[in-house]
């Protein structure tokens, strides 16, 4: 069946975001006098699990809370000039020629308005959920139940598009199609419907004969 909307991730999958996460991690760690860590299997880590899961991990609860809003103040500051990852911008225009909608799922606060607007992708959605929604994180998928109840969408011709299994676990939750971008040969796939290495691969899932 031909695909109609796409609930999309951000970081890591429509926008390149993760060279200022991993140097908010190192300047975090250096600030609160922690060993750095080599960048590779930091970002080996974060991109399989997360990167709250990296600070519960690292650091006692009682100075959770305030590590990890230091580092979300460090990322917002390296986070001015992103790169949307190849293809993004012509994805989700084709999948609007076609007739799809686009949504917008993300672990980010309200930033990422700025940063749509800033690459020129904003008006491509028709519905965004950021952190500051609320709802429970991925893989729980209050946040697909609630866009394919608020738009009154086809969970057949829904897909959650992720460079995450934790993406791809959230859409397998919500009983909807599932699309990994295995941007990072990690495959990470957690068996997902589709894997793609190309954003552009999409657009063929949308097409209408």
Not at 130 to 139: G, N, V, W
């Amino acid at each position: 069946m031909v695909l109609q909307n796409a609930i999309w991730d951000f970081d890591g999958t429509l926008a390149d975001t993760y060279p200022g996460i991993l140097a908010s991690l190192q300047k975090t760690l250096q600030d609160f006098n922690y060993p750095i860590q080599d960048a590779s299997e930091l970002y080996r880590f974060i991109k399989l699990h997360s990167v709250k899961e990296y600070w519960h991990q690292l650091v006692p609860d009682e100075n959770y809370e305030k590590i990890y809003q230091y580092f979300q103040k460090v990322d917002h500051q390296m986070q001015k000039q992103i790169s949307l990852l190849p293809h993004a911008q012509m994805t989700l225009q084709k999948i609007v020629d076609h007739g799809g909608h686009n949504y917008l799922w993300t672990h980010r606060d309200n930033l990422v308005w700025q940063l749509l607007d800033q690459n020129n992708i904003g008006q491509y959605f028709e519905d965004v959920i950021t952190s500051q929604d609320e709802f429970a994180r991925k893989p729980d998928p209050a946040a697909i139940n609630s866009l394919v109840a608020k738009h009154n969408l086809l969970t057949v011709q829904t897909a959650m598009i992720g460079d995450r299994s934790l993406d791809i676990q959230a859409g397998q939750n919500a009983n909807v199609q599932t699309i990994y971008y295995d941007v990072d040969q990690f495959h990470d796939d957690h068996q997902a419907s589709y894997i793609v290495q190309d954003l552009q691969e999409i657009v063929t899932l949308f097409e209408k004969d």
